[in-house]
């Protein structure tokens, strides 16, 4: 599954990557493409906030990022998913 964020903030890209990795089953290879000069250092971060596996950058032209899904993966809000749902926010 490949989530384009091309031209899009950090907050932006999570918010588009939430909603479309919403359905997705546990084990699913996510490529992020990701040109914000901060997801180096986001995606790595939300991936260990929510219990995703932040897998690597994938080599080549453009900024894309490897993760998977996990089964166990906390829960985010909607509307704000660099923080996680739930009462223990």
Known sequence: ???DGTGLL???LLLR???EIDSAPPGTVVHVIATDPAAPLDLP???HMTGHTY??????ERPVYALQL???ARPTRPDAPW?????DR
Do not use: E, N
């Not at 923080?83 to 009462?87: D, F, K, M, V």
């Open 1 to 3: 599954m490949t989530v």
């Open 10 to 12: 950090c907050v932006t």
């Open 17 to 19: 990557l939430r909603k």
């Open 45 to 47: 971060a939300w991936c």
């Open 55 to 60: 897998l690597c950058p994938v080599p080549g």
């Open 70 to 72: 996990t089964v166990d």
């Open 83 to 87: 923080h996680r749902a739930g009462p």
